[in-house]
């Protein structure tokens, strides 16, 4: 059987308690970043919406600013626009909260059973009870990562720390 057929395990963990304080931070400073460059790449279209509506002035007054208080409403008009945009992101931020801040949709699932590790293996529920007793083990597994059996191993007289004198 070749890979493609092969069903996709989920090899993330989701456990947001356990990350630390500089993974959340870098995790939020990509996301910050991510959405000013998706903002930026809507330039384009939001301009040529506006030129089709006749709304020039934001642009000529942006390409050619000649004096001072032309400058000064331009800013004044920026900062009205960063408010308005920001009020709505603010506006549709809230709605969110209100709308999901008692539901908690992550929900732990309760510890396997032995008839469920067993349904994935080859073995009965018994074999399973005893394997999670084991220390030490080898697993063997089929072609499609099903486990077929387990070889106990025991440890080394190596692997032992000396004993102090």
């Known amino acids: 059987m070749n890979r493609r057929n092969k069903p ?10 356990k990350v630390s304080a500089q993974t959340k931070l870098g995790s939020n400073i990509v996301t910050i970043l991510c959405w000013v460059v998706y903002i930026y790449l809507w330039i384009p279209l939001i301009t040529l919406i506006a030129w089709a509506v006749g ?23 920026y900062g009205m626009v960063v408010a308005l945009l920001g009020g709505g ?11 999901f801040r008692n539901a908690n949709r992550r929900r732990p ?10 349904s994935h293996t080859t073995a ?4 399973v009870e005893r394997w999670q007793s084991l220390r030490r083990m080898i697993a063997l597994h089929d072609e499609n990562g ?15 720390p000396p004993q102090p004198t």
């Open 55 to 77: 709304a020039t002035h934001a642009y000529d007054e942006l390409a050619f600013v000649r004096q001072v208080g032309d400058f000064r409403e331009l800013v004044v008009f």
């Open 8 to 17: 996709r395990v989920k090899l993330i963990l989701n456990a947001p308690d």
């Open 89 to 99: 992101l603010l506006l549709w931020a809230l709605k969110e909260y209100l709308r």
């Open 146 to 160: 099903k486990v077929m059996g387990v070889h106990e191993q025991l440890p080394s007289a190596e692997a032992t």
């Open 124 to 127: 009965t529920e018994t074999d």
């Open 109 to 118: 699932r309760g510890p396997a059973t032995h008839a469920e590790l067993a």
